[in-house]
């Protein structure tokens, strides 16, 4: 079963990081990346551009409106993605917690649907 583990963050959490609590981040990053490689569980996983670099598409009536920045009004922001394919939830919530972003935000632990629904 595969598994997106998204990636949670704001600009206040980032900020409020010291320059060393960044460099950890990014290392157990780094480090669960290698281990889900390892295990042949990773399957894909990448970090997002700043929110205030997206844009969102709102077809009404059949007209394109194009906005910028993300759609919805709060502090958080998908900030990245793990891809993986595990044999249970409970594998992937482990991972989960392992992401360094699980202190300071959040990490969401969704199941990816095939082509006919759940792979449930």
Sequence with gaps: MKYMLLIYSNP????GLSAEQREDLTKSHRDLTRELEDHGVLVSGAGLAD???SRTVVVRDDTRTTTDGPYAEAKEHLAGFYLVECDTIDQALDYAARMPDAKYVAVEVRPVMDSSGLEM
């Design 12 to 15: 206040e959490s980032w900020a």
């Design 51 to 53: 929110p205030i670099t």
